[in-house]
């Protein structure tokens, strides 16, 4: 994943949602989901890594 977002000269924040319990606790409000790579486009949750999804919300 950061391979892919750097690639495309995408900024980015990291959280280790494992160890972060406020990083975790966001992921499951915005997503629903306990599953990583989640990544949150304005306000839009793409879970796991759909390169086509990410390319269109990025557009």
């Known amino acids: 994943m950061k391979e892919f ?3 495309r000269q995408v ?3 990291e959280y280790n949602v494992e160890e972060d ?4 606790e966001e992921m499951l409000s915005v997503s ?4 990583i790579p989640t990544v949150v486009v ?3 949750a793409v879970i796991g890594f ?3 999804k990410l390319d269109r919300l990025l557009s």
């Open 32 to 35: 629903r989901h306990a599953i």
């Open 21 to 24: 319990r406020e990083a975790r």
């Open 42 to 44: 304005d306000g839009e």
């Open 5 to 7: 977002l750097s690639a």
């Open 50 to 52: 759909d390169a086509e």
């Open 11 to 13: 900024s980015f924040r």
